[in-house]
């Protein structure tokens, strides 16, 4: 992957965008709005999970994701993992949110204007001073 | 969310962020390597965004893509709550149209460096036009210091309530000092936070 000081961004609109798209199936777009960098991902121990006939034929990635997801990980940790863009991750993670193998939890303060809670500031505070 | 079960949500933790941001070549990824407990992860992310100035009618989306990348990392609170650091991408005019980025951080830390103070402008900018609580963090990693904070101050043009500091952004208790200033600064700005005695 490049890193930014490598190139400004004329240069990279050129890039290819096939083959992280390819690994989703052509889909550009995850259709769930609500994941975000930092919503934290865990896999679903595989005895509670429902077999169905519904379940999509996972991807290498999916699986890499599942493996990954057996410690809790915010999707932007799993994309890192992966090397892949955040947003071809989010595709890949909606996929395993809908078969039933990943839970979400959304993050403290997911939207701005909602405001950060003053017990979570306080957590937050309590815990930089003790690094 | 429909989608969050409760059994399971009680393993997961809690997320918080802050964005580290400033120009290019400030001590952005430097701080966040400093401060986590996780050397600094990598990620990009593809943005769409509006082209400007074209007028070529068979353009008919009037968009293009451009790939950012960004540093960030990680400082388990306990067991429950891990803040996340994301040090912003380079390139200023397409991450302040990532959303996902900036909605939902905290705050933010701006970094600037005094022989290039210019590089950061545009973060202030930004966190000041969106109402975005930031605190300064004035990298001396070179070791000069070379102008005061007030003048540093008056050379941003900052309002008197952004808090400013010197720090070096390699020294992970200065880098955690800049981070606790702006926890303060947001418990402070708490519309009904319960005033306390100063101990």
């Known amino acids: ?131 | 969310m429909g989608y969050v079960n409760s059994d399971q949500e009680d393993d997961a933790p809690l997320a918080v962020k802050i964005l580290i941001a400033g120009g290019f070549g400030v001590g952005k990824t430097t701080m966040v390597g400093a401060v986590s407990e996780v050397a600094p992860l990598r990620t990009e992310e593809y943005l769409t965004h509006a082209s400007v100035g074209v007028d070529d009618l068979e353009d008919l989306s009037g968009k293009s893509t451009t790939t950012v990348a960004l540093d960030f990392g990680r400082i388990s609170i306990g067991s429950g709550l891990v803040l996340y650091l994301f040090g912003t991408p380079g390139q200023e005019r397409f991450w302040f149209m990532w959303n996902d980025l900036v909605n939902g951080a905290l705050g933010a830390v701006v970094v600037v460096d005094t022989r290039r103070l210019e590089v950061s402008f545009a973060s202030i900018d930004f966190f000041e036009g969106r109402g975005i609580p930031f605190v300064v963090g004035v990298n001396c990693f070179h070791g000069v210091r070379d102008r005061t904070p007030e003048e540093i101050r008056a050379a941003l043009d900052l309002d008197p309530q952004v808090p400013l500091l010197l720090f070096d952004a390699r020294e992970r208790r200065q880098g955690r000092d800049v981070l606790l200033a702006l926890i303060d600064q947001l418990m402070a700005a708490r519309p009904h936070s319960t005033p306390h005695p100063v101990p």
């Not at chain 1, 121990?45 to 169905?52: D, L």
């Not at chain 1, 204007?113 to 690094?131: C, F, H, N, S, Y």
């Open chain 1, 1 to 131: 992957m490049k890193h930014w000081t490598d190139g400004f961004a004329e240069d990279d609109a050129d890039e290819p965008l096939v083959r992280p798209y390819t690994i989703t199936g052509g889909r550009t777009t995850s259709e769930r709005g609500d994941l975000t960098l930092i919503t934290v991902m865990s896999a679903v121990p595989e005895a509670a999970v429902e077999q169905g006939p519904g379940r999509r034929k996972l991807q290498p990635e999916h699986r890499t994701i599942l493996t990954l997801c057996a410690r809790p990980q915010a999707v932007a940790e799993i994309a890192s993992a992966l090397d892949l863009p955040v947003s071809v991750a989010k595709i890949l993670i909606g996929d395993l949110i809908d078969s039933g193998q990943l839970w979400a939890r959304q993050p403290a303060y997911a939207w701005a204007g909602t405001g950060p809670d003053m017990a979570i500031l306080k957590a937050v505070r309590d815990g930089l001073r003790e690094l």
